[in-house]
């Protein structure tokens, strides 16, 4: 572990030049991960050893003036695709978990890094797997608008832009990329890998690594000690070998997770809408017949899988974020905004510590993760949420289920702690217009109360006029980069005096969990009866008459 | 007065013979249960947390399957108990005990005889007696009953969600442990209370005592168990 500000050359304070373009290659660096190639073939569920070659079809030969019309080349044979994708989170951003009735979807959420993606959909939309969405006329009923490339490109050549320009020092951000050959992606079309899904999956939250702590680039091309899965070394899985899908609905949602699966694996090949260590694994995977198997399978009743073979959060040489501030945005040194880079990360690149637009961040790597009791529900502080500020932070996420509830285990989960705008009047979160080129988003006039006031009129929301900066924390569970058997968490880590689950309710372990009373007069009893052995084996021996002849 | 103690019968003369009081399963349950004790006691402590160095798992391991030995052991000298009837020596002989204890705590030191004298139907103290009963209806039970049940938790955690069942079985176990321990201590310092401090110790390993035995006792043995008669 690390601290962002004891990394060598802490004053090394990179003053970039807010409205310029030194600054501009600055943000494509934080948003693109390191660059991709094609790891070839991936281990995906199901389909293996495909019928047809894409560079042989008529209609895939080009020129295509834009994505969109590749995709109409797409859909002129896979021609339910549509109306299939059409129903996933990808292209909806929009999900009603049936558990909690609560309206969530990136459409609908906020969150404790860049906040919310309603109102800054011209930059938020890159990963929306459609084209251009940048308000709300964007037409969600027209195939033609599925962005099929970002998923199934297998040349790592394939990008994306924001869809609306931003001001000019954010706007000229992706500038001097190399211009997409259509075809030539088109014609190499394939099922998703790694570093298609990563495109967006890595780079939650802004940057490479920085929301979730379980994904990031490293994924790419893992070591198999990084991820047994994942590992060309190893299982070399693609995604979608775990997370398997059924009419392009991918499982493994964390709005509505499985916190306990019993069914485990199932009949061969049925289950398909789930992404649980358990559907392949089982639910009782310790080796047996073997004393330490047998108890094992027992702790999975109540652990997750993830809590002992996931032993560290961030192991790839690429950090997480882990707490943002997001009241000292809008700093300036002589005018101009600036990027402070005090955090070196385990595979060498700087991250920033204190960015004008953004405000100051704390990163870690290699860091045990924090446990919880967790039932697969999580409450979200919405946009509609009356909040409670009493207790602090206030989670944005809030992990339900405890140790009386059988479908809960402990899971372990990386907590982001942010100090989040909010209305402290109306006890309310906010959207927070970041992105456009107009006069009151923030990432150009630096008036939060403006941002504010107009991100809360997208949907005539209520707000008091006044914003406060609200400490949260929202919690990540951390399910990715799963370790070598050898490597899991050893047992006395958590069976001990400082046990990683120290401070759990409803826990009762060997060499954590102690009766204190009973241990002070168990050795009390035991060294009191050593002193009196050893006192009256001392008086016979001074009384000197040794002469028993006694019989035991 | 010679008539007086004519009338009251002559006391047989008796004579001090080795005779084998520990039988060759005896002593063998003895020694491998003190074994199993001891690697019990230490590997216990260890799940428990009171000996660190000791790696959880294996600690965990050895404990488990000491317990499992032992309690095939206890299964079989239950049976040979029964069987041979030495189940009788553990009753309770409360008339003796205050004498017993009146010697530890003092005759010992001042060199007074021991107020009993081992015969071939008693080889024990009426405190030693009652000490063993002790650790034989109650310590040892409350420790394989919980063991058993503590071991076996995999089989019946998922009802024992949101109970206390876990941690009383766990306290019964540690308690009981506790007592153990000291049990040790208090047996293992006794053994040094014998004519040498050797002496007892040496009886458990060949078996053999000298103890005196009537002129009748001495037919017996003779005619019917010569092997049990030392030289």
Known sequence: MRSSLGVAGALFAVALLFSGVSRAEDVAEQLSSAPAKPVAAQKSSGLKGGTADHSKFEALKGPFADGSEVTKA????????????????????????????????????????????????????????????????????????????????????????????????????????????????????????????????????????????????????????????????GGNFACTNCHVSDKHIVSGSRYDMIAKDEKGPGAPGSRRDIATCESCHSSKPHDKPSLIGFQLDTHAERIACQTCHIPEIARGGVATMVDWDWSTAGKFIDGKGYALEEY??????????????????????????????????????????????????????????????????????????????????NKSLV???????????????????????????????????????????????????????????????????????????????????????????????????????????LARVVMGKKKTHGEV | MTDLSMAAGTPPVKTKRSVMIYSRYERFWHWSQAILIFVLALSGFAVHGTLPFVKFSTAVTIHSWAAIALIVLWIFTTFWHFTTGQWKQYLPQISGLPAVIRFYAWGILTGAPHPYSKTLRRKQNALQSLAYLFFMVMIGPALWSSGIVYLTYPWWASWAIGTLGLPIVAFVHTAAAFLMITFVVIHVYMTTTGKTVTHYVRTMITGYDSIELTPAEIAYLEEERSGLLGK
Not at chain 1, 86 to 114: A, E, R
Not at chain 1, 173 to 182: Q, S
Not at chain 1, 364 to 387: L, V
Not at chain 1, 398 to 403: C, D, H, K, L, N
């Open chain 1, 344 to 425: 070196k990360q385990g595979d060498g690149k700087e991250r920033h510590t204190y960015w004008t637009i953004k405000g100051d961040f704390k990163w870690n790597e290699n860091f045990a993760p924090t446990y919880k009791w967790f039932d697969g529900r999580m409450m979200y502080t919405t946009i509609d949420t009356k909040i409670d500020d009493s207790e602090q932070p206030v989670p944005i996420n809030a992990v339900m289920g405890g140790p009386n509830d059988p479908k809960a285990r402990i899971w372990p989960f990386k907590e982001m702690h942010t100090r989040l705008p909010w209305d402290p009047k």
């Open chain 1, 74 to 233: 797409c859909l002129s044979c896979h021609t339910e695709a549509g109306k299939h994708f059409m129903k996933s989170i990808h292209w909806t951003w929009d999900y009603t978990n049936p558990k909690t009735g609560q309206k969530l979807g990136k459409h609908n959420v906020i969150n404790n890094f860049c906040t919310n993606a309603r109102g800054n959909e011209g930059m938020c939309a890159q990963c929306h797997a459609g084209y251009g969405w940048k308000d709300d006329t964007f037409d969600f009923s027209n195939q033609n608008n599925i962005d099929c490339l970002v998923c199934h490109d297998t040349t790592a050549t394939y990008y994306r832009l924001p869809n609306s320009r931003g001001h000019d020092a954010c706007g000229v951000m992706f500038e001097g990329k190399k211009p997409i050959d259509l075809p030539k992606v088109a014609q190499h079309v394939g099922l998703p890998g790694r570093q298609n899904c990563g495109t967006c999956h890595y780079n939650g939250g802004g940057g490479d690594g920085v929301k979730h702590g379980d994904l990031d680039s490293s994924l790419n091309a893992p070591s198999k000690a990084l991820d047994v899965h994942m590992s060309p070394d």
């Open chain 1, 431 to 537: 959207y927070n217009h970041l992105w456009g080129k107009d006069d009151t988003a923030f990432w150009g006039n630096f008036d939060m109360v403006k941002s504010v006031a107009a991100g809360m009129k997208i949907e005539n929301r209520p707000f008091s006029g006044e914003v406060g900066f609200l400490p949260t924390v929202s919690n990540w569970p951390i399910t990715h980069m799963v370790a070598p058997k050898t490597d899991a968490v050893k047992c006395g880590e958590c069976h001990t005096e400082k046990s990683r689950l120290a401070g759990l309710p409803g826990i009762y372990m060997p060499a954590h969990s102690t009766v204190r009373w009973l241990d002070l007069l168990g050795y009390a009893m035991f060294v009191t009866t050593i002193g009196g052995v050893v006192l009256h084996g």
